[in-house]
């Protein structure tokens, strides 16, 4: 497994809809072994559940392997609920699903932080941080070391534009963003090369290069509407080529995880596109 990528990784999220065996351990060796696929995202979305024996057969059949293991905590999660007894389940979920990823030997955790409801940005702002902060702290109390990553947002009415996910990562240690390119599509409704550019630009100029050579990334298409349906990357709008020749450029490294309906074969077209580009 990796802590410090070396180039940029392309995983399914989730188990490989070709994949005969269903659970998390064989959906890895699965798209290690017969994709050749070098990253992963467990999806935690509906639940933390991987029991502590099989986290740790994950870690056993990675520690040798240079691959990127990370998951997607539970879509459940708001840091800004109204309600304290929710604020803990959010923290507590997060915490679960970081704590059994580390013990998998992963890489990194990424998060939908919440909502705004009726909250302002700003006040929204600093009740995610202080929720997040407790949930940093218990995870250094405990030394577990991974990456903890609120992710870009599609809806405006959800926490989770570029400059909030970049200030987190600025104030409190361990957290960085995960760049969902399809949901900064839908809530920015451009898809030119120039806007994409800009993000990476501001990451490297608000947080280090340091951080561009650890990234997670999310891609696939979406749909426009209410919802942001993801879409397969061929049949959308999604300028995913210069997307990955811009990675390219700026010398990316991290993991890309296609959250395509088709899973892994955005996976694999994307690895594919991206290993000819000189
Ligand atoms: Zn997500």
């Given at each position: 497994?990796?802590?410090?990528?070396?180039?940029?990784?392309?995983?399914?999220?989730?188990?490989?809809?070709s994949?005969?065996?269903r659970?998390?351990?064989?959906?890895i060796?699965?798209?290690?072994e017969?994709?050749?696929?070098d990253?992963?995202?467990i999806?935690?979305?509906?639940?933390?559940?991987?029991?502590e024996?099989?986290a740790?057969?994950?870690?056993?059949?990675l520690?040798?392997?240079?691959?990127?293991?990370?998951?997607?905590a539970?879509?459940?999660?708001?840091?800004?609920?109204?309600?304290?007894s929710?604020?803990?389940?959010?923290?507590?979920?997060?915490?679960?699903?970081?704590?059994?990823?580390?013990?998998?030997?992963?890489?990194?955790?990424?998060?939908?932080?919440?909502?705004?409801?009726?909250n302002?940005?700003?006040?929204?702002?600093?009740v995610?941080?202080?929720n997040?902060?407790?949930?940093?702290?218990?995870?250094?109390?405990?030394?577990?070391?991974?990456y903890?990553?609120?992710?870009?947002?599609e809806?405006?009415?959800?926490f989770?534009d570029?400059?909030?996910?970049?200030?987190?990562?600025?104030?409190?240690?361990?957290?960085?963003?995960?760049?969902?390119?399809?949901?900064?599509?839908?809530?920015?409704?451009r898809n030119?090369?120039?806007?994409?550019?800009?993000?990476?630009?501001?990451?490297?100029?608000?947080?280090?290069?340091?951080?561009?050579?650890?990234?997670?990334?999310h891609?696939?298409?979406?749909t426009?509407?209410?919802?942001?349906?993801?879409?397969?990357l061929?049949?959308s709008d999604?300028p995913?080529?210069?997307?990955?020749r811009?990675?390219?450029?700026?010398?990316?490294?991290?993991?890309v995880?296609?959250?395509?309906p088709?899973?892994?074969?955005?996976?694999?077209?994307?690895?594919?596109?991206?290993k000819?580009?000189?």
């Amino acid at each position: 497994m990796v802590k410090h990528p070396k180039k940029l990784h392309f995983g399914p999220a989730g188990v490989p809809l070709s994949s005969k065996k269903r659970d998390t351990l064989n959906g890895i060796k699965y798209a290690y072994e017969e994709l050749n696929l070098d990253g992963f995202e467990i999806e935690f979305t509906y639940g933390v559940k991987l029991k502590e024996d099989v986290a740790n057969s994950i870690n056993e059949y990675l520690k040798d392997k240079e691959f990127i293991l990370t998951c997607h905590a539970p879509y459940y999660i708001n840091l800004n609920s109204t309600e304290e007894s929710k604020i803990n389940k959010s923290i507590d979920m997060l915490y679960n699903a970081a704590r059994l990823l580390y013990l998998s030997g992963g890489y990194s955790v990424v998060f939908h932080p919440g909502w705004y409801l009726n909250n302002s940005k700003e006040e929204t702002y600093n009740v995610v941080k202080e929720n997040l902060k407790k949930l940093i702290d218990k995870l250094k109390d405990e030394s577990i070391d991974i990456y903890i990553r609120p992710e870009t947002m599609e809806l405006p009415k959800k926490f989770g534009d570029i400059d909030e996910v970049i200030k987190l990562s600025q104030d409190i240690e361990n957290v960085l963003p995960a760049v969902d390119f399809a949901h900064l599509r839908y809530r920015s409704n451009r898809n030119d090369i120039d806007y994409f550019r800009e993000i990476l630009d501001k990451i490297e100029n608000e947080l280090g290069r340091e951080v561009l050579n650890n990234m997670h990334i999310h891609m696939s298409g979406i749909t426009l509407d209410k919802k942001g349906t993801h879409l397969n990357l061929e049949e959308s709008d999604m300028p995913w080529k210069d997307i990955l020749r811009l990675l390219k450029e700026y010398k990316v490294k991290g993991v890309v995880i296609s959250e395509s309906p088709n899973i892994e074969q955005d996976a694999i077209r994307m690895r594919d596109y991206y290993k000819k580009l000189k």
